[in-house]
């Protein structure tokens, strides 16, 4: 089996939650499509990553079923675990920020895919949401302090590859802050926390806690 450790991304502020992630550090082990694509399905994680270089910070993304050129909670992750000043992804350069407990990083809203920004009137209607068949990428959210700049969200994949709901979603909340134009403080899923902030030229930073997980 293919050594990897996990990472728990976006954890909340006593360290629990958060959305486990998996990290192969040696990606010459798995070099093909393929392959890769097979482990981050046997795996099951939300996202897999595969660092083909870890000083100069190249890595590959996966769900179960598909690669993708960037992502916010893998990137966030890796950036802490090898504590490099950038990241190479196929979508672009992004910045990576270590701030005491908190781990940042700098992406852009057009890297993210397609995502449905749906706004609801409380964070209790949010609570009681069932997760909708598969089909549209949703990010709920509504205000739980809009002067604070606090929201309530939860993420729906609508990928039939069992994943019916991620915990936190770091390219949803870089979206919901490129279209709201403010900083963020995110409670997502069962209590993971997301912070997030734009940036000038069309940046935007995200940011969380850490753990190692195994």
């Known amino acids: 089996m293919t050594d990897y450790d996990v990472l728990r991304v ?11 992630l998996g990290v192969v550090r040696d990606g010459s082990v798995l070099p093909e499509r393929d392959d890769r694509q097979a482990l981050a399905a046997k795996l099951g994680f939300s996202e897999t990553v595969f660092v083909d270089d870890p000083e100069r910070g190249v890595i590959d993304i996966y769900t ?15 950036a802490w675990l090898l504590d490099v000043p950038e990241l190479l992804t196929p979508a672009g350069v992004v910045g990576v920020r270590l701030d005491g ?9 057009e890297w993210v895919p397609p995502r449905t920004l749906r706004r609801y009137g409380t964070a209790a209607e949010v609570d009681a949401l069932d997760v909708p068949p598969p089909g549209e990428w949703i990010y709920a959210w509504a205000w ?3 002067a604070a700049g606090r929201v309530r969200a939860r993420a729906f ?20 802050t490129e279209e709201l134009g403010r900083a963020l403080n995110i409670t997502q899923g069962s209590g993971s ?6 940036q000038p030229h069309g940046w935007v930073e995200v940011g969380g806690r850490v753990v190692l997980e195994r």
């Not at 994949?157 to 919901?176: H, K, N």
């Not at 926390?193 to 734009?198: E, M, R």
């Open 144 to 146: 739980e302090d809009e």
């Open 193 to 198: 926390q997301i912070l997030t902030a734009p």
């Open 64 to 78: 179960p079923t598909l690669r993708l050129p960037f992502a916010g909670h893998p990137c966030v992750g890796t």
């Open 101 to 109: 407990e908190f781990s940042w990083i700098e992406a852009r809203a």
């Open 157 to 176: 994949p609508g990928r039939d590859d069992g994943i019916d709901e991620d915990e936190a979603t770091g390219a949803a909340a870089l979206l919901l």
């Open 10 to 20: 976006f954890c909340g502020p006593g360290g629990g939650y958060g959305n486990e």
